[in-house]
């Protein structure tokens, strides 16, 4: 066993657990955090695996973006912060959820292993024909501007909802004068 075998198991299992409390939390934003944290380990499993270019699009996209995205959704929506008996699941509908998921990673796993029992993976030979910098140079050469365009609109996109969930809105009947206040 290697030392790139043995970080990539700690990190692996770091993203395993995270994840697991992301989805058994019952606080949103703890969920948020677990969650950005498990995002952020695959990342780092990413790169143990020497493949620098998708550690860092899971960086950029998944834990710059989804995360802010969902943090940005609970702040806008009002959302509550801890736990409620109204929206709480009942538990035996938990441990069901639990029994299916773990009988569909029984499943998965009894169907995929075999396939890949005898695959291996050099991690360190480089993909013939350009790997990472001919992406690179696609991305970051043709591609960029309309990158940077999608980069804008997402940006006025999120300061319009942002502006828009500021706005106090009046109810009909506030916006109606009293009957002592109609005069005739």
Do not use: N
């Not at 009002?78 to 069901?96: F, K, M, N």
């Not at 005898?118 to 991305?139: F, S």
């Amino acid at each position: 066993m290697t030392t790139r075998d043995i970080v990539f198991a700690a990190v692996g299992a770091i993203t395993a657990l995270s994840a697991l409390l992301s989805v058994t939390t019952k606080h949103v934003v703890h969920a948020a955090l677990w969650l950005l944290v498990s995002l952020g380990t695959l990342a780092g499993c990413y790169l143990v695996l020497g493949q620098e270019l998708v550690g860092l699009v899971q960086l950029l996209v998944y834990v710059g973006a989804i995360v802010v995205l969902v943090l940005f959704a609970l702040m806008l929506t009002r959302a509550p912060i801890g736990p409620h008996a109204e929206i709480d699941t009942p538990a035996w509908q938990r441990v069901v959820g639990a029994v299916l998921g773990a009988a569909t990673t029984a499943l998965l796993a009894s169907l995929l292993l075999p396939l890949f029992s005898g695959a291996t993976v050099d991690l360190d030979g480089g993909a013939p024909g350009g790997g990472t910098p001919a992406i690179a140079q696609a991305i970051f050469g043709t591609w960029v501007w309309p990158f940077e365009l999608l980069s804008v609109l997402l940006l006025v996109a999120l300061i319009g909802a942002f502006a828009v969930s500021r706005l106090v809105l009046k109810r009909d009947d506030e916006a109606r004068p009293a009957p002592s206040e109609v005069r005739r």
